[in-house]
């Protein structure tokens, strides 16, 4: 990749054959690398493509696919909340991101992460809530760059690959207006 490389994002509504490949290449690299969204080591070819088919097909997810120099090289996810989840309707998640370990330092990550936002505000979200292994300090390093607010921790969040327990973090970001108070919140406490 070049040092002026091009990154850009837009959403996949269907993937073909060279798309899929590209990605999923772009998948394993990313879980072989410790940047899995799940996975500990990449799982048959064939249940990547599954996974992917089906993630396009989904009400309610959105995949963005993060380009660079025209090669697919990461992915994120919008996951709107489920219809019968009322009482959290204006949130929405961003997930399974990752970029691939040749296109890092290209910025790519902040663009799938603001073309994840973008669309969030325009199907009227006004927070975006995502969560990331404390092992991945680039990512978290993107986020809070971004003004995602750390709201939790949990301890044992998951096992990576050599068995080794690590802490996640839980994070927040406004989209629209401001944060509202918490019901039942008083002031000064």
Known sequence: ???????????????DNREMDELCDATASAVE???GFGWLTPPPRQVMETYYSGVVLVPGR?????????????????????????????ACNLVSAFVAPWARGHGLARTLTEAVEKQARQEGF???NLDVRESQAAAIHVYESMDYVQWGAHPLYARLADGTIVPGRFYYKVLIG????????????
Do not use: H, K, Y
């Open 126 to 128: 006004g927070m975006i």
């Open 62 to 90: 959105t995949l963005f696919l993060g380009l660079l120099d025209g090669m697919i090289a990461g992915s994120a996810q919008l996951l709107a909340p489920t219809r019968n989840n009322e009482a959290q309707a204006a």
């Open 178 to 189: 401001e944060a509202p108070e918490a019901a039942g919140a008083e002031q000064g406490e």
């Open 1 to 15: 990749m070049t040092e002026n490389a091009q990154t850009t994002v837009r959403i996949a509504e269907s993937l």
């Open 33 to 35: 690398d410790g940047g």
